[in-house]
């Protein structure tokens, strides 16, 4: 506030308008940083947006981590149950020409059966996400 004072008249207003400008400028910014309801009201919106994008990229994170993991058990069911059943048609000729009953394992259908209870609990998982 040390300003040298104007010896003419008419710079005098100028600058009377000016100290004027400065201090409603300063009134503004004091006013801005003891606002703690609208810095708060920034700093949540801010913070909402922030927690909403993370949700977002991990959501499709985990979704190409089920559409992976369906796709494996896809295709791991598929190529045990195509075993299976060339299993099976083979045991069947081996019974039909020897009669191998007693000695050849018959398949375990374990494996197909737990596939496929994954690929449902996928389907659902899925599904009620997407609902949601």
Do not use: C, F, Y
Request: no cysteine; proline share 3%.
């Amino acid at each position: 506030m040390s300003q040298a004072v104007p010896t003419e008249s008419s710079a005098l207003p100028d600058e009377i308008e000016q100290t004027r400008a400065d201090l409603g400028d300063t009134v503004e910014a004091l006013t801005t940083k003891i606002d703690v309801t609208a810095r708060t009201k920034d700093a949540m919106a801010r913070i909402r947006s922030q927690a909403k994008t993370t949700v977002r990229h991990a959501s499709a994170r985990a979704g190409d981590h089920v559409r992976t993991a369906l796709n494996q058990a896809r295709k791991a069911t598929t190529e045990r149950g195509q075993n299976a059943q060339t299993q099976t048609i083979a045991l069947r000729r081996a019974m039909r020409n020897n009669n191998l009953a007693a000695t050849v394992a018959k398949p375990k259908p374990i494996v197909a059966i737990v596939g496929a209870a994954a690929l449902i609990a996928a389907a659902i998982w899925l599904r009620r996400r997407r609902q949601s």
